[in-house]
């Protein structure tokens, strides 16, 4: 699987407040294929990612976002999900993506060197595609490596068709090999 003695340690994040929308479907089942290759999976999903608005000001953090900043620390990957919301992604995952700036002062910096597989989840291509954009701008300003393969998913498919999540079990596993063959090879991870 990778250079590493020990698994692979990814965060997953995101979905919305609505316990099982369809983001948080498709981060779990790219969850479930990573656990499958052996990589340790840690979510942080919907109630855990309702935190207070980043404020750098300060450096008191409630329990759930300093856990939130640790479980990123401590990652040699990630898996986001986020449905679009008006042509983004929520402020839900935005906000999470704005406790990263903890990170600024650590030995890596931010998401320095880390593969970041990422999914877009909303009602229709359009939005769908233009938050994948979106996520893959934030985590490049964050130092972390989107892989070349995003997933966007129009949940508007499933009225008339196959459930739009499931169908993508394919290219969600492919984005799941990027996100572990890179942190496997990754020099950041590679040195730790």
Known sequence: MS??????????????TRTGSSSERALRLAGA???????EV?????????????????ADRTPEAAGLVEAARHADGLLIASPGYHGGMSGMVKNALDYIEDLREHDRVYLDGLPV?????????????????????????????PTPLGVSLNSAAASD?????????????LLVAQVIGFAGASPAIAGM
């Open 3 to 16: 250079k590493h003695a020990a698994p692979i340690r990814l965060l997953a994040l995101g979905g919305t």
């Open 33 to 39: 294929a990573a656990e499958s290759a052996g990589a």
């Open 42 to 58: 840690e979510y942080r999903v919907g109630a855990d990612l309702v935190l207070p608005i980043y404020a750098p000001e300060t």
């Open 117 to 145: 597989g990422l999914i877009a989840v909303a009602n229709g291509w359009q939005a769908a595609v233009t938050t994948l954009e979106n996520l893959r701008t934030v985590i490049h300003a964050l130092r972390g490596w």
């Open 161 to 173: 068709g196959p459930d739009p999540i499931e169908s993508a079990r394919t290219q969600l596993e």
